[in-house]
């Protein structure tokens, strides 16, 4: 008898789960329909719960059949109580949605819950309901990314590159195999200048990525947008005004394992000149050596401090929610570097081979004081009119030694078995420091029940100084394998300042009347903008005062050492001294149609352009100052079909241009350490065609498919080039000009998918493109003798990268508190140096960066982890050339190939903690 109670006791034990149910199902907000992870889901009679995961989803298992109440809760909703019922089968999966808490009613005004602007389900809402092609990263995403910079930050979209800076940042974007100079940067919607001495691009290092709600990528351009975009344009939507009290905080630390090997170069910044003797003393004035304090150079070796990172938010609304105030700052003090090799190459064609002259070993060391300051209110009179104030100031401050030794290969008896060589040892002290501030007034105004104004008025001034920018070269040996340095070289001293000022208005009209019982939106505006240019450059050259002079015996410190001026007045006759304006008038026309099932947005552009430069000190120059004035008529039309709520099939075409950079017009000569450059007056804007077809899928909020293929025709397109001067044919000079035609076309695909508590983000872009330019090359005529000839060269845009491709894997676990995710970036060949002779451009081989991050929350706090450059993956750069040279060179193999230069900048790591409210 036992033995059968026993038996059924055990059948019934085993049955149990067999007769239960699992309860499945999806939590999202009422209003947005976005996911809401992090929901607590409970079955009351059971005490039985389960958190929803990153595509809102949770799962109940081994439920008994019957009938239960399951209650969802989750801060800042309303939490809601169901009544289900479980069969043996559980129940059928259904969303269960949450209205926000906390709905406040105004006097004019009803407020029904606040979307959330940096969340990941608004930014695939964005792109979904978006008149254009475009991607958007959330503030979500950018506050659990590896990536403490906007320039990180936009890496991660489809069909963008960045080029990195001297310590492996990312610093300019690339769009869809579109050089920097081809895009536009936006900041909540307007262009802000660029600190640049010679060009307009903004470099995206400078903003701190924290103080972002999200980041807008546009591809496609409507008549309402500046038409000076071919890739596209960048726009950072900053932190708002939360609807309620709102504190975000962080603090963190780290430590760059470059420093682990080797010491950090430093100079005393605090005791240089911030003006050169010549803006003190006037340009009559003749320079002493007591004129420059020796402060840049006074180096100091030693392991760096650790690197320190912070942020505080606060915002909240007043006035019965009338008014809202946003404070934001970013403070990011670290110390970054590289361990780096080049080699100098004979600057002549050499016909199938490439002669390497001399080996550079350098190391950087650069000091990073980035900071940034956000703030912005906006106040409600009523329901009908609406103003903004918005105020931003990035900094930048870099510090930055460079120390070098050079190995002559060529002469000086280089014996690399016994370790004798000719040496030259160079190091430069530089601090470069950039400003963007911008000061945007706006309005938003219901004038009529149709008709709506749209207005602002922008004042924006970005800067860059260099002051006392320091090289001290000295000679050297090395005897077996021992390094000495020996007598000193010329030195030079130079300051550089720029600014670029602008005052722009905007205004739009909004007129919404139905066609045919069709809605149409009407748009009609326009903008004016004035930016002023300045730039200023002086140079000082140097000798020693004692040319016999021998390190180590005559002196022991580069303080030491004593010298004599060879231009006392400085040396102000460059192309860096100029001034330049432009004006630009710009009008639009802009429908759009508003179809049950179509989208049609489109219309028209005019802009006026009238930009010009003048030579502050035109010595030998037969055009010292010059004008170009044209007008642009740029035409657009944008498709989107909505075959269901959650799919997209767009069209788009629309027409833009690029204009010149400031200096690029001015024709005087400016001296660099590795080649010489010049700008061309005579240099016309480029002018593109561009095609967009894309199709979108949003299966959920948070997720999407995408696939689209991009074509661009360029006329006109400018590129740098080592050319000759028409004048001085035996000068090369690395110029700009315009190279007929060029086109671009590609494919891009997004994926974004998400299962309980992980995801997986990934995108990949193939871009080709092609323009055809004039290349010089050397034969041998008819009577045997040298000539230079002028092929044609077909190759890809200068920084187009063929393949480029993301890939993220996420994972969250909102019941333990837990955010990770690993991110990989891979960049393919592009060339980063166009070179005058044919088949000697400069490409840089394709490289994986890989990086991490984590986060552990603990109710209103939490502590993070991020690492970056996880593979310590360098970035080399190559000519496809066979070497000429006979002999072993260190770092160099016979693959057929030159290694030009490579930089190691090792893995940076950051470890901190975080308190939100």
Known sequence: MLRKIYFLFCFIVCTLPVLAGNIKG????????????????????????????????????????????????????????????????????????????????????????????????????IERDASQVMNVVSGQAIKLSPDLTVANVIQRVSGISVERNSNGDGQYAIMRGMDKRYNYTLVNGVKIPSPDDKYRYVPLDIFPAELLDRLEVYKALTPSMEGDAVGGAVNMVMKDAPDHLAVDANLATGYNELFFNRDFMSFNKGGINAKSPYEINGNQYNATAADFPNATADYKQQRPMPNLVGGLSVGNRYLNNRLGIILAGSLQHTYRGSNSLFFNTEKVDTFSGVTITSMQQRQYSEEQLRYGLHGKLDFRFNSRHHLEWYNAFMHLANTQVRDAVGTQLTIGGYDPENGNATLSFNTRSRITRQQIYNSTLQGDHQLLDKLQLQWAAVYSKASNRQPDNTTIPLSGIEQHFEQTRTTVGNASRSWEYNTDRDLAGYLHLVYNQPVA??????????????????????????????????????????????????????????????????????????????????????????????????????????????????????????????????????????????????????????VREEYSEKGNPDLKHAIADNIDVRYELFPQATEQLMAGVFFKHIKDPIEFTLQRDPRRPQDSYYMPGNFGNATNYGLELDFIKYVKQFGIKANYTYTHSSITTTKAQRVRDANGDFAIITPEQTRPLYGQSAHIGNLTLLYRNARYGWDAQLAGTYTGDRIVTVAEFIDDDQWQKGFIQMDLSMEKTFGHFSVFAKANNLLNTPMEVYIHKPRNNTDAIPYQTDSGKVLVRRDYYQRAYLLGARYKF
């Open 517 to 670: 019982g069709v809605p149409v939106e009407w748009r009609l505006g326009g903008l004016y903008r004035d930016k002023q240019r300045t730039n200023f450059y002086n140079n000082y050259q140097f000798h020693p005062a004692n040319l016999q002079a021998e390190y180590g015996k005559d002196f022991n410190d580069y303080t030491e050492i004593q010298w004599v001026i060879d231009n006392p007045r400085g040396s102000v006759g460059s192309a860096l001294n100029y001034s330049a304006t432009e004006k630009i008038k710009a009008g639009y026309l802009q429908f759009k149609i508003a179809a049950p099932r179509l989208e049609v947005t489109g219309g028209a552009r005019v802009e006026a352009t009238d930009q010009g430069y003048e030579m502050k000190v035109p010595i030998g120059e037969d055009r010292p100052s010059a004008n170009q004035t044209y007008t642009d008529v740029l035409p657009s039309l944008h498709f989107r079909y909505m075959a269901n709520d959650k799919t997209n099939i767009r069209a788009s075409y629309f027409r833009s241009v690029n204009r010149p950079g400031f200096a690029e017009l001015v024709p005087a000569p400016i």
């Open 26 to 125: 999806r939590v999202t907000d009422h209003t947005t329909r976005e996911p809401l992870i992090g929901a607590t889901v409970m079955l009351e009679e059971k005490g039985l719960y389960d958190i929803t995961g990153l595509d809102g989803s949770f799962n109940i298992k081994n439920i008994a059949p019957g009938t239960y109440h399951l209650s969802i809760s989750l801060a800042g909703y309303k939490t809601r109580v169901q009544e289900i019922t479980v069969t043996e089968t559980g129940m059928p999966v259904t969303d269960i949605t949450l209205e926000p808490g906390n709905k406040k009613e105004l006097h004019e005004v009803i407020v029904a819950g606040k979307t959330n602007k940096a969340a990941e389900g608004t930014a695939r809402l």
